[in-house]
């Protein structure tokens, strides 16, 4: 299993970034994916799950209505649409996948919310 991040980086208050992550190893459109992030001196939590066909989704209640999870399965790849961003978004942010009774993460990508 091999997820890889992107799309990271310095964005002010009020903004959006999206986040990619590319998926490889297992059979990818069929096993539902999740956002997690990890702020400094904090545990990792979860942002938001997709099901394996997109047809459902759950975000923790601090993202609700600002960020939107998605996937590509033809590229087996998930987004992390992040709007209204705020400081305290502020985190290294994982992909992650359930696969085979183990849970495996990306190296992750930063996200910095600051004027």
């Known amino acids: 299993v091999q997820l890889v991040e992107s799309g990271g980086g310095l964005v002010q208050p009020g903004g959006s970034l999206r986040l990619s992550c590319a998926a490889s190893?297992?059979?990818?459109?069929?096993?539902?994916m999740s956002w997690y992030c990890q702020a400094p001196g904090k545990e990792r939590e979860l942002v938001a799950t997709i099901t394996s066909a997109g047809g459902s989704t759950n975000y923790a209640d601090s993202v609700k209505g600002r960020f939107t999870i998605s996937r590509d399965n033809a590229k087996n790849t998930v987004y992390l649409q992040m709007n209204s961003l705020k400081p305290e978004d502020t985190a290294v942010y994982y992909c992650?996948?359930?696969?085979?009774?183990?849970?495996?993460w990306g190296q992750g990508t930063q996200v910095t919310v600051s004027s």
């Open positions: 992650g996948v359930r696969f085979r009774f183990r849970d495996y």
């Open positions: 190893g297992f059979t990818f459109s069929s096993y539902a």
